[in-house]
DNA sequence: CGTGTCTATGTGTAGAATGCACATACGATG
DNA sequence: CATCGTATGTGCATTCTACACATAGACACG
């Protein structure tokens, strides 16, 4: 039963594009770059985030205009590329944040069926409505 | 700025294989077919479910070992492949709530840092660590 | 100088999930 | 028999993402 599939080591519950919601809202408040926005990330709830994964998000970001991007080479070490949230990207913040809400409260109807067992007065295995 | 992306009409937010605990559930409570649980996704937060999508998940479902499903002719109309939770699905369906959990967690976090702006006392849009 | 390490940014490729369009088939009704 | 509602399914393309690997600057150390 279940052997070569991921029905063993758990689900995967992240939603996708669920970096860019990430991002956005650490771009909000700071500027910041690739390699820093991956321990953010990191401390938000992915474990273990690739970089590549998160370099490309950003690229693709950037080229849907929600993020902008300047390279930074005052620093010491590599040079880093350093990325801004633009207005439009502010706006999609707030798309997703009402999107999230939503979903939420799919979750919360999902919770109450999960733990509350007998809401419905059924018997085991029919329905009729 | 983001035109061909989806930057525009809004994020999409659904978890990667949500439909599986909605269906676990669903068939926890009642036996159930494609068509039917069809209608249910959709009452509960998938808006236009595709029926490829939902039988193909089916399927795969039946492969994991997570349902079984038996042909059923005694009603009029066209044949229905009814669907049963094995007890890996309930254990299945344990693990899904577990992970979900956690996920709501992470979103309570967003949340925080969405609404709440001013937890951190940095300036505007620069941080030194 | 050469070698290694830490920081930093990427690419190549493959697999999984999913939407869209389309195909099939049964039964009832006119 | 044509058509509609029910019911199940396939093919194809796109998108997302995990994994592995590549590149390169700065700095320390012998």
């Given amino acids: 039963m279940a052997d070569k599939q991921e029905s063993k080591r758990g689900p995967e519950v992240k939603p996708r594009n669920w970096l860019v919601p990430v ?4 771009l909000r408040e700071w500027n910041s770059y690739g390699y820093e926005l991956m321990e953010r990330a990191t401390a938000f709830g992915f474990e273990a985030m690739n970089p590549g994964t998160l370099y ?3 690229r693709q970001m ?3 205009g929600i993020v902008e991007s300047t390279w930074e080479t005052s620093k010491g070490g590599p040079a880093r590329r350093m990325y801004t949230i633009t207005d439009a990207g502010e706006a999609y913040l707030d798309f997703w944040a009402k999107a999230l809400e939503q979903y939420q ?3 919360d109807t999902f919770f109450k069926l999960y733990t509350g067992r007998s809401l419905r007065p059924e018997e085991n295995d029919n329905k009729e409505e």
């Fill in 23 to 26: 991002i956005l809202l650490t």
């Fill in 56 to 58: 490309r998000t950003l």
């Fill in 62 to 64: 950037e080229k849907e």
């Fill in 105 to 107: 409260r799919n979750m």
